[in-house]
């Protein structure tokens, strides 16, 4: 069974600062996804991570991936107040790319 | 980016009524679709997978007697809560993926049910 922890789950930072959110997976996969989920909102991609070390960014955040580990990453530069949100990493299972399995969700609140 | 609408964004239920959700593909086929429950301040969970024209694969531990799922065209996937109760409030979210090469998600529909 396919599991996938993110850490931490809760995330209270001031603006300026830099942070990083991880997220564990238990089986072999080649494909992550980032999302973003705004109170009472669906889910917005951020970041499709294909394959081993790959990298992107977009705008204050990066995401990274090593399928060595099982580990991906998404790090946040010079946080502002319109970051706050949760955070999904999420992977592919069951021989489908978009059969996703989720983490917990990071809830992140960027304080002024 | 392609687009999948969720419909109704909101619905109101007294229990014991069923409730149907629809999920459209705007302007892709869509050959596959996902459907997540998401409780409050939780992830979201996978519900089943739909294939067009064919039957629903359910997720271990989901009732197919009571969320019944529908694919029968390549825009148009149904979920319907049968019966449904207190317990069955939810928010509910589908994605939308052609030959799986990309996957969108609908805006999600929240159930409450009283």
Known sequence: ELKVEQNPLFLS????KNYTIYCNYSTTSDRLYWYRQDPGKSLESL??????GAVKQEGRLMASLDTK???????????????????????????????????????????? | G????????????KSGTSVKIECRSLDFQATTMFWYRQFP????????????????????????????INHASLTLSTLTVTSAHPEDSSFYICSATYLNTEA?????????VV
């Open chain 2, 2 to 13: 392609a687009v999948v609408s969720q419909h109704p964004s909101w619905v109101i239920c």
């Open chain 1, 47 to 52: 970041f499709v991570l294909l394959s081993n």
């Open chain 2, 41 to 68: 301040k939780q992830s979201l969970m996978l519900m089943a997978t739909s294939n067009e024209g064919s039957k629903a694969t359910y997720e271990q531990g989901v009732e197919k007697d009571k969320f019944l």
């Open chain 2, 104 to 112: 969108f998600f609908g805006q999600g529909t929240r159930l409450t």
């Open chain 1, 13 to 16: 930072m001031q603006e300026g």
């Open chain 1, 69 to 112: 580990a099982r580990l991906s990453t998404l790090h946040i530069t010079a946080a502002v107040h319109d970051l706050s949100a949760t955070y999904f990493c999420a992977v592919g299972s069951g021989g489908s790319n978009y059969k996703l399995t989720f983490g917990k969700g990071t809830l992140l609140t960027v304080n002024p």
